[in-house]
């Protein structure tokens, strides 16, 4: 009976792993306003079918400028990114800009400096 419970612990435990990074994909969201303007960002995290560890993120950042009391029409910058995820420290780090996002696995959101994206799709 105890060989069959440790046994079913170390199955759930192998199942939850999995799980966890794979819970890392999807669309995040955050925004932010400052004296200057608008921004609306959006990260889409997708993983690479033949890339263990590798992630892609595509980012679609919509800003919105304001100088001197007078708003500017909406700008869309997008930029794609390839990033590296290190399970332990639960971190993805990108080697071309040296961007480093931190994934919090218990409130679904990435954050990137002083920025939290929430979650809102898979």
Known sequence: MKYMTICLLFF????????TESGLTGTYTAYHEHEFGKTDDTLIVTKPSNGEGVYQIERHAGVVRTVDGKVF??????ETWTLEYNPVKQTLFELKEGRTLIWNSGTQSIRWGNTDFKKIAK
């Open 73 to 78: 029409p909406k700008r869309l910058d997008i």
């Open 12 to 19: 759930i435990s192998a199942c939850s792993n999995n799980g």
